[in-house]
């Protein structure tokens, strides 16, 4: 039954997909009247007319919107997403080049994010009103109100300018050979047994994550904090402790689980969010992922790589949604998709 | 029991950290950027954006073509005080006013062995000249090769560019076409050739990403490049990685920490900062892009001349250029860049003068002003500001609106707005192509809606006269005549600001931005 579910909710993604590709192409035809050949000519001299038009005509920006998107659909149901028109290569390699990095730092991201939330939310609430609580939710809240490009240069002046500890940007070091096999470099790394390339992958990851996961943390943290505190306060967890279970074990095998639902869903949201690729994180680490390539697309109104993009976001959150359902029923059985 | 717990998670995660920045002493990278470039002697250049592709005959921005350039050369190039010199051609010659023959360098081999040859410059400019030529796609560099015709083969070493008729710049222009070889690109296709790049420049390619990092590595046969730029021979360190750091702030912690050698496009407050790094020298060129405010000629009050000559006389550029623009630029009171051919430095400008202009306001029937919106990119925010306020001083109300690029350029060549400050690029040096767009009538850039049959009969005459003198007479001339009708307030040309580590030697910006590294070496 679980399956058949789980099976009908994949299916109503496609129509889902199908009116965000429409709606993805009408709204950057709205755009106010933006010429993407004119925006790659810049501004400076030398650019013929009919250098233009035949450069529109190439691009298919010459014809009317409703063939326009007639091309885009009859492309996608053939899985193309068509031809970059800056970078003049198909839009379906350029994102597939970018998503590991993106995947890698979105996965390093929510791994310390979690690190730092779950336990410093668990303890919060079993310590509630302490120094400890008050002290952790302060450093959340300001953590919430961070700006990321802020806390991403303020990160690189103190640990790489000052302290040299980590690099200012990039994936890896010049001169550690990794071999390519994954696109993930902390992956292909451990692949071939490569620990130099290993660490310098690690050592310049950590500062785009901590950056990125700094958000993400405060906000599950509180979340975590809040779920707890309401679940303590259950019979259950009275009657766990009337029975003499150590504490440890009420928190963590009673309480924690029951208190991961909200968590769950606030999770899976930014999650999505994070593979969408963090633009200011990305930009401000040098970072080379998907969400500085469509906002410098979206810049130069290269339409077939926004429309790829997104069409691609599009499809991971709802993934990462559909998973967040299917996650709850596990966490909790009495809850069906 | 508890405690202790927490006491092991806290020590994990600090062992964690520890780990993490301990390694940085032994790790190969910190290597790369300390003790192996000393010994393979390694480059790395900060560059501002993304890279197009590794097709010379695909991209036209500036960033594109500096990281090309240093894999590609051309048949002629250019020193850092933008004198044209022989590059893969060796010599050249002008018998008529259409015609253009060039002798080229014997010897010279691609990055794969095979030699250079005219069969490869024809090839090279076909790619340019002929529609979807490219697998079926066009090159957007077609108006880059103006009225050239076609181009033939007379010899294995000597070409001859044949136009429809004279395109005098022809010769300043070809600094920025690169040679691409021939027979590779047939065998492999251009998909194949963007990804695998091959040419006969100083460094061949290694591998990268568009938007991460391109790494190139010393070509041992290389010919030696222009004997007008010594040292002659092949690069002197033996690995250059173009790192993309979009991020200013990052550029430059970057240049701090050692991890990049140069970098380009430091804003004038982060100049200062530098300056104080004893590890870092900032360098500066006089740049090829002019900044100006520009009024629509068709719109009231500023199709009234004398309005537009008071806002000349109502703003005090050389206090722009101290305050906001910290000294990086250098004053030019005529709508071309300082320095370039036919440049005229004896126009004395509007001189900064507030009484004339509310004189100059209550002749035109304006005494007690107007109401004025001026629009800019984000970037130019401050210097926009700063004129509205010198505006505000002589009775005019103006004020500043700030748009995407994008959004804003369409309306203004629509003619839909009053007036606009922005900067416009001419990096052959020829006011050729700064004039043609920005005030020819209906031109991509003529944002002004200017329409002045003198200009547009002397324009024309200036772009097919190929005696040098002549036509540059005529540049001097247009300049009188843009300062007297006033279509624009010219301001200055940008320096363009760099940087580098105090350990990087034989290098010095140009005024076109490109970073050639051909001759840099490290201390």
């Known amino acids: ?337 | 029991m508890r405690r202790s717990r927490w006491f092991v998670v806290v020590g994990m995660a600090l062992a964690v950290l520890v780990f993490l920045s301990g390694c940085g002493g032994s790790e190969p990278e910190t290597e790369s950027v300390g003790e192996a470039e000393q010994k393979d002697k390694i480059i790395v250049v900060g560059i501002k954006e993304s890279i197009d592709t590794l097709d010379p005959a695909l991209y036209r921005g500036r960033v594109t073509e500096t990281v090309i350039r240093n894999m590609f050369d051309g048949l002629v190039t250019r020193t850092t005080d933008m004198e044209i010199v022989p590059e893969l051609a060796v010599s050249w010659e002008n018998p008529t006013p259409t015609e253009w023959i060039f002798y080229l360098r014997e010897g010279v081999t691609f990055h794969n062995g095979d030699p250079f040859t005219a069969d490869d410059v024809v090839y090279s400019f076909e790619r340019i000249m002929i529609p979807e030529s490219i697998d079926g796609e066009s090159s957007p560099r077609s108006g880059m090769v103006g009225s050239m015709e076609r181009v033939e083969k007379i010899d294995d070493y000597t070409v001859k560019f044949i136009f429809s008729e004279p395109w005098p710049i022809f010769l300043r222009m070809l600094p920025h076409h690169q040679m691409v070889p021939k027979n590779y690109i047939e065998e492999h296709g251009s998909a194949h050739f963007a990804q695998n790049p091959i040419g006969a420049g100083p460094f061949k390619f290694v591998r990268g990403q568009l938007d991460e990092e391109i790494v190139m590595e010393r070509y041992d046969d290389y010919y030696g490049g222009s004997p007008d730029l010594p040292p002659v021979g092949p690069p002197a360190i033996k690995t250059a990685i173009f790192k993309v750091l979009p991020e200013t702030a990052t550029r430059v912690a970057a240049l701090q920490a050692g991890d990049a050698h140069i970098i380009h496009a430091v804003p004038p407050h982060l100049a200062n900062q530098l300056k104080a790094d004893s590890n870092v020298e900032v360098k500066t060129a006089i740049g090829t892009r002019v900044f100006f405010l520009e009024f629509n000629v068709t719109k009231e009050p500023l199709d009234n001349v004398e309005v537009r000559r008071a806002i000349n006389h109502a703003i005090d550029w050389d206090s722009i250029i101290d305050n906001v623009l910290e000294g990086y630029a250098v004053r030019t009171v005529v709508p071309a860049v300082p320095g370039c051919f036919g440049y005229n430095d004896e126009i004395k400008g509007y001189e900064y003068s507030p009484d004339k202009a509310r004189n100059l306001l209550a002749v035109a029937g304006y005494p007690k002003g107007f109401s004025l919106v001026i629009d800019c990119e984000s970037e130019f925010k401050d210097v926009t500001e700063a004129i509205a306020q010198m505006l505000n001083e002589v009775g005019i109300e103006a004020s500043v609106r700030q748009w995407d690029g994008g959004v804003l350029k369409p309306k203004l060549v629509e003619g839909e707005r009053h007036a606009s400050f922005g900067s416009w690029g001419n990096s052959t040096m020829e006011p050729y192509d700064l004039f043609e767009p920005k005030l020819l009538p209906n031109e991509r850039g003529n944002y002004s809606q200017y329409n002045n049959p003198e200009f547009n009969a002397l324009f024309e005459k200036a772009a097919i006269i190929v005696d040098e003198e002549e036509r540059a007479q005529i540049y001097r001339d247009i300049q009188a005549l843009i300062v007297e009708d006033a279509p624009w307030a010219p301001g200055y040309s940008s320096q363009e600001i760099e940087a580098c580590r105090s350990n990087v030697i034989n290098w010095e910006p140009s005024p076109d931005n490109r970073i050639n590294l051909h001759r840099v070496d490290l201390k």
């Open chain 1, 1 to 337: 039954m679980r399956w058949a579910k789980i099976l009908e909710r994949s299916l109503l993604t496609i129509p889902v997909m199908v009116g965000v590709a429409i709606a993805v192409f009408l709204f950057m035809r709205l755009t106010p009247a933006a010429d993407p050949v004119d925006l790659m000519m810049g501004e400076a001299g030398n650019v013929s007319q009919a250098e233009i038009e035949r450069l529109k005509e190439e691009f298919n920006l010459d014809k009317p919107l409703l063939v326009q998107l007639k091309y885009f659909l009859t492309d996608l149901a053939r899985f193309d997403l068509g031809q970059s028109i800056t970078k003049r290569a198909p839009v379906g390699r350029l994102i597939k080049e970018r998503l590991p990095a993106t995947i890698e730092l979105a996965a390093m991201s929510f791994l310390l994010a979690l690190a730092i939330a779950v336990p410093i939310g668990i303890l919060s609430a079993v310590k509630q009103n302490s120094i400890l609580d008050r002290l952790s939710m302060g450093v959340s809240f300001f953590g919430l109100s961070l700006p990321g490009f802020w806390l991403g240069i303020i990160l690189i002046l103190l640990f790489s300018v000052k302290f040299g500890w980590f690099p200012t940007a990039g994936r890896i070091a010049y001169g550690v050979n990794l071999t390519d096999i994954t696109g993930f470099h902390l992956l292909d790394s451990l692949l071939t047994g490569n620990s130099a390339a290993f660490v310098s992958a690690l050592r310049h990851l950590f500062l785009p994550a901590l950056t990125m996961g700094a958000t993400m943390s405060a906000t599950v943290a509180r979340m975590v904090r809040s779920s707890m505190l309401e679940v303590l306060r259950q019979d259950y967890v009275t009657l766990a402790r009337a029975k003499g279970l150590p504490e440890v074990s009420v928190i963590c095998r009673h309480a924690l689980r029951n208190a991961l639902i909200p968590t769950v869903t606030v999770v899976a949201i930014q999650a999505g969010g994070f593979l969408a690729g963090n633009m200011i994180v990305e930009t401000v680490f040098g970072w080379p992922g998907v969400g500085r390539l469509v906002v410098e697309a979206i810049l130069r109104r290269d339409f077939p790589l926004v429309q790829g993009a997104v069409m691609i976001f599009a499809f991971t959150f709802i993934v990462m949604n559909l998973m967040a359902d299917i996650l709850y029923t596990l966490i909790n059985p009495k809850i069906s998709l």
